[in-house]
């Protein structure tokens, strides 16, 4: 895929969504940050249904800590390994107040120090809470970076690498939402809706379906 017709494409996304953003609820950095840790194999809908009631209980470090581990599985506990990620959430929260603060730090290395939190994790905060030109890549954006050839890669660092390096930078700030929105909603896994596609005529994958 050549530079011109990657522009393009986001040209049409951007234009189709101008103000993209999370599908997660959240009101502050720290709660971006245990809303994305608590996302790891869960939907986007099930994590809004826990945080809800949990941030009423505890949105600042302190009150994770105090809330403690077997305080905190009662919110989480419809969520996949919620016995893991409550132990992180509140490791997580003891390390922020103990060297942040109390606060998100805004550092790459910093976050990915944290329990729980990966490359993909660190990426979404940055990205989302901070405004960096980040890029998380979950199952939804690798299978559509390959499957329309924007950004081909054997694994997730190959494809995030491949797409900061070539999309174009006025787009890469909120790249990441536009993407994951498309990969959730039109790419789809088994039955891509390329029929509804804003970037039908631009895309290469072979297998274009007509609906």
Request: charged share 25%; glycine share 6%; proline share 6%.
């Amino acid at each position: 895929m050549n530079a011109d017709k990657r522009a393009r494409i986001f040209e049409r996304l951007q234009a189709e969504n101008p103000n993209p953003t999370t599908e997660l609820h959240y009101g502050s950095p720290f709660e971006l940050l245990v809303a994305v840790m608590l996302s790891a194999q869960a939907t986007d809908v099930s994590v809004n249904k826990a945080t809800g009631p949990l941030f009423r209980a505890a949105n600042r470090p302190a009150a994770m800590v105090a809330l403690g581990v077997e305080g905190v599985k009662p919110y989480i506990k419809s969520i996949g390994l919620f016995n893991t990620k409550a132990v992180n959430l509140v490791k997580t929260s003891q390390i922020l107040l103990d060297q942040h603060g109390g606060e998100v730090p805004r550092s790459r290395a910093a976050l990915e120090a944290l329990p729980g939190v990966g490359r993909k994790t660190a990426n979404v905060v940055l990205n989302t809470a901070f405004g960096e030109p980040t890029l998380a890549v979950d199952t939804h954006i690798f299978r559509l970076a390959n499957r329309t050839r924007i950004a081909q890669g054997r694994n997730v660092r190959e494809v995030e690498d491949r797409l900061v390096r070539r999309i174009p930078k006025p787009y890469l700030k909120d790249a990441h939402h536009w993407l994951i929105l498309h990969g959730r909603y039109v790419c789809t896994a088994r039955k891509p809706h390329c029929g509804a596609c804003v970037i039908e005529d631009l895309c290469e994958f072979p297998g274009k379906r007509e609906d």
